[in-house]
């Protein structure tokens, strides 16, 4: 219906101003009929009607015709003195209703479908700005996992031909060489882990997601259960809340505790006996929040905004080793899944990682 609007008010003026002509015609025909019927009163709904009608789709030029001849027609059929266009002072009242409601309605339907207009418009325009915002993505995704795929063999070019000299040529030189290559070997080592980083955050954009139904707290016991492995060394008091099944991707999900609770390995590190627990902070009828709390070196919330940003750190590298890839990482797993993100934290007072997923 609003396309065939949009179409006739486009169209010739020969359609816009028939459409007039025949809605003041039908109107007409069937306020005489109603009259000869014995209704009486039914002349002035059936032209406004007519006006709207014609205001809504064939424009105001249609719309200000059909004002005028209802007008006339109204007058000429249904005021005293019938079949003239003078009008009695008794029926001067009831004449100049019908004018200032049919001018009223002939308005309030030219401005809404204006603002109709504006909104499809609108409309439009933000459909078209996403499909190219998504095309945009789309192409940086692609040349971010192309560049970092093609970056992987030249480093492994330099990583190995280093070994190979620190292996061969080592009791050849002296000192400061030696630091040299290591430091190659240290330099290629931390390219590489940003260009696996790199790829996996470029991955999920392109991964397809699955969704089912995600128990939280034994995906979490999991989680746990790996890092204390690899933590084995250190007094890390674990603390695992009751937590709510959620919808979700569950290798997605998994992804985020596993970025959550390495970066709260990490920083409790300056910690004689960390503390790092993972819980529920809010649950209602249509999403979970849940929240990854340790005791270590925080942060300055003047820099919050910067967290989960690609490559953006807090800390020194020499103070906290990472690529700044994984808190982005976890931002856009969870707004894949509809949720949101956001942190908590105090500097050498711990920090509190929350994200939201939609509830089963």
């Given at each position: ?188 080592k931390k390219m590489g882990n940003l260009i ?135 931002q856009r797993i969870v707004h894949r899944h ?23």
């Amino acid at each position: 219906m609003a396309r065939w609007n949009v179409d006739l008010q486009n169209g010739s003026p020969v359609l816009r101003y028939g459409l007039s002509l025949v809605c003041v015609g039908l109107a007409l025909g069937l306020a005489l009929a109603a009259q000869y019927y014995g209704f009486r009163d039914v002349g002035l709904p059936l032209f406004t009607l007519a006006i709207a009608i014609v205001t809504w789709y064939a424009g105001m030029g249609p719309s200000v015709l059909t004002v005028l001849l209802s007008m006339l027609s109204f007058d000429y059929f249904f005021v005293q003195p019938l079949y003239s266009l003078a009008i009695d002072l008794q029926d001067l009242p009831y004449f100049l209703i019908f004018v200032v409601w049919a001018v009223v309605v002939a308005s309030f339907a030219a401005v809404r479908r204006r603002i109709e207009e504006h909104l499809r418009n609108a409309r439009e325009e933000l459909t078209h700005r996403a499909e190219e915002l998504e095309a945009t993505n789309k192409e940086l995704e692609s040349f971010t996992y192309s560049v970092s795929h093609d970056l992987r063999a030249p480093l492994r070019h330099v990583a190995g031909f280093s070994e190979l000299l620190q292996k061969h040529a080592s009791s050849s030189l002296d000192d400061k060489s030696r630091r040299y290559i290591r430091l190659i070997l240290e330099s290629a080592k931390k390219m590489g882990n940003l260009i696996d980083d790199l790829l996996g955050f470029s991955r999920i954009g392109r991964a397809e997601t699955r969704t089912a139904a995600v128990n939280l707290g034994q995906l979490a016991r999991e989680v746990v259960a790996d890092f204390g492995q690899d933590a084995s060394g250190r007094d890390i008091v674990w603390r695992i809340g009751a937590l709510p099944v959620c919808r979700g991707d569950r290798s997605m999900l998994r992804l985020v505790l596993v970025n959550l609770v390495s970066n709260a390995v990490k920083f409790t590190r300056i910690r004689t006996r960390a503390e790092i627990e993972i819980g529920s902070a809010r649950e209602d009828s249509r999403e979970v929040e849940i929240f990854v709390r340790d005791n270590g070196a925080g942060f300055d919330m003047q820099h919050a905004n910067k967290l989960f940003g690609v490559f953006q750190r807090l800390h020194l590298a020499e103070e906290f080793e990472g690529t700044g890839i994984g808190l982005a990482t976890v931002q856009r797993i969870v707004h894949r899944h509809g949720g949101k993100v956001r942190a908590e934290g105090m500097v050498d007072n711990g920090a509190i990682f929350y994200f939201s997923l939609p509830k089963v």
